[in-house]
């Protein structure tokens, strides 16, 4: 029994939470007996795609039509059937995002398939199949049975760790995959695209830096935006700011926003509300600095500062210069 | 243009969740429940669609009895009609399937939601109802407007946004900057009284997933704070002992 995992591509290049994704899926490929079979949609080379044996994928179904050039959730979903359907596979597995969940759902619903999103952990598959997942913004957690034959699990990031002792040197063999396309889903045009260059993705970053209303305004961010530019870092800004048009709503994180993960979260003269702290709780290291000592952010940091973040940034954007 | 909206009944976002029965159900003492902030801007964006095009809006919640003062909410601010499936919404498929139940029965030109709950966080229940309606769903959608039957829709995207027009009927997961939240008025809250609200039995479904134990995160370690003075040091820490940079 096979475990098909879909990988989402930036420009032709894994992203790295789809190699995450490919790591838990041959895990669990492991644990259950069968082979892990990637499934990838979109221009890539193969040296690229070969890439995923590295972290324990035999196979990778290449599918590169033109007409899915562009991201289809419903184009996208029928290939995940129909691929499921070729590989026999009874676990499927994708790594959360837009795409990821709304691929999920439509082959769930074709499949009539079991469907947890937001997995944070490897299934127990003693028995019955449980799997933990991230609740109410990650405030919680739930452990789930699947009971259909089919089942799908969306993984969130840092579900596993990709350390180096993870990653093997062994070529998955890749394959062309020709599925048969359908009129409907390719009923909706798409009229233009804009996307952010140069920019790093919220969800795929390892360092995001984020203000709150401690900047005092959109005119201060220049401190800010250097200090992740020292770090290759994203950055991103509490909901008060982005309700004020301070920066665009795309860079809002929290529980009526984005909710990130990346290894450092670094807080500048966010206070802390809890809807705030819902979106980052999946940081594996998180440093507040904030003037106000009793910042409600400090309870959930690793590292705090407690000063002017005028003064500090400039100090720490220099500091990550000199270790460069 | 038939428009039904699906609202979910959740925590308030400043709600500390605990469980109980030995961690195997919410914990609802002193908890505020609310429409669901994502349903809450899908709702406002078809009470808007509803006025530009003289059709018919209809409020549905997959959920238990407690949920009726979201409800009328609901009402209140502009809905025509609600109806409850009278069900404890288990999973996202079990709710799929009674949305999709009911959305047959009456052949609505737009479903709205929102994006996903901010309980369980899915963001998968518009896309299993597209599936099992057969027709288009697309998340998160930041504008939505109409003309005819011609609907043009910005999405989000990761950093950016995508613009698409496509034809009704469709299902979509809603998100701000879509509407402004709407508060009802006294008017609104008085006629909400009187519209129907339909309760109906839910549909039987194939038990798919079956919640076994909720957890909390592990209490976090007490923060190491650096004086402003030898800020620079923070950079050495996550270099050294924190091994992140």
């Known amino acids: ?324 | 243009m038939k428009i039904l909206v699906c609202i979910t009944n959740v925590p308030d976002t400043t709600s500390k969740i605990t469980f109980t029965d030995s961690d195997t159900r919410l914990n609802k003492n002193g908890v505020q429940f609310i429409i669901g902030p994502y349903d809450d801007y899908a709702l406002a964006r078809a009470v808007e669609l509803k006025e530009q095009t003289g059709g018919s809006l209809t409020v549905l919640h997959v959920g238990e009895a407690d949920a009726e003062p979201q409800i009328r909410k609901a009402l209140a601010i502009g809905a025509d009609d609600a109806v409850r499936v009278n069900a404890e919404p288990l999973d996202s498929y079990f709710t799929a399937v009674q949305i999709a139940h009911i959305a047959k029965q009456e052949s609505y030109d737009l479903i709205l939601m929102g994006r996903e709950s901010i309980d369980y966080n899915s963001g998968v229940v518009h896309g299993l109802v597209g599936e099992m309606l057969g027709i288009g769903s697309y998340s998160p959608v930041m504008k939505l407007d109409i003309s005819g039957n011609k609907v043009t829709i910005a999405r989000e995207i990761e950093s950016g946004k995508e613009i698409l027009t496509a034809s009704l009927p469709l299902v979509l997961g809603c998100q701000e900057p879509i509407a402004d939240w709407k508060i009802p008025n006294m008017r609104g809250i008085m006629t909400a009284r009187t519209k129907p609200l339909k309760v109906v039995e839910p549909v039987s479904v194939d038990e798919m997933t079956v919640p076994q134990s909720y957890a909390q995160p592990a209490p976090k370690g007490a923060c190491k704070m650096i004086p402003a003075s030898e800020a620079s040091t923070l950079i050495r820490l996550l270099q050294t002992e924190a091994k992140i940079l």
């Not at chain 1, 098909?4 to 789809?18: H, R, V």
């Not at chain 1, 492991?30 to 949609?41: C, E, N, R, S, W």
């Open chain 1, 1 to 324: 029994m096979s475990v098909l995992i879909y990988i989402e591509l930036d420009n032709g290049s894994i992203k790295k939470t789809s190699l995450e994704t490919v790591a838990y899926g041959a895990k669990v490929a492991a644990q259950t007996g069968g082979k892990a079979i990637v499934l990838a949609i979109g221009k890539a080379d193969s040296g690229e795609l070969e890439k995923a044996g590295d972290f324990g994928a035999e196979k990778v179904l290449h599918a590169s039509d033109e007409k899915l050039a562009h991201e289809n959730s419903m184009a996208y979903a029928d290939l995940l059937v129909q691929a499921a359907e070729t590989t026999q596979s009874k676990i499927i597995v994708l790594p959360k995002s837009g795409l990821g969940d709304a691929m999920a759902a439509r082959a769930a619903a074709k499949l009539k398939a079991g469907i947890v999103s937001g997995v944070t952990a490897l299934p127990e598959t003693q028995g019955s199949f449980n799997v933990t997942r991230s609740i109410f913004t990650g405030k919680a957690f739930a452990t789930v049975e699947i009971k259909s034959d089919i089942k799908i699990l969306v993984v969130k990031k840092n579900a596993i760790e990709l350390d180096e002792s993870s990653v093997g040197t062994v070529k998955a063999t890749v394959e062309i995959f020709t599925p048969s396309l359908r009129d409907t889903d390719f009923e909706a045009t798409v009229v233009e695209v804009e996307k952010a260059s140069g920019e790093v993705s919220l969800t795929e970053a390892d360092i995001i830096v984020s203000g709150g209303r401690g900047m005092k305004g959109p005119e201060n961010w220049q401190p800010l935006l250097d200090l992740a530019n020292a770090l290759g870092a994203a950055t991103g800004c509490s909901k008060p700011v982005s309700d004020l048009d301070w920066r665009p709503h795309h860079e809002h994180i929290g529980q009526t926003g984005i909710k990130v993960a990346p290894n450092l979260y670094i807080a500048c003269g966010i206070s802390g509300a809890i809807q705030h702290l819902a979106g980052v709780n999946g940081s594996k290291c998180i440093v507040v600095i904030n003037k106000d000592p009793e910042a409600p952010f400090f309870k959930a940091a690793d590292y705090g500062i407690v000063g002017d973040v005028f003064e500090i940034l400039p100090k720490l954007t220099e500091a990550v210069k000199a270790i460069k």
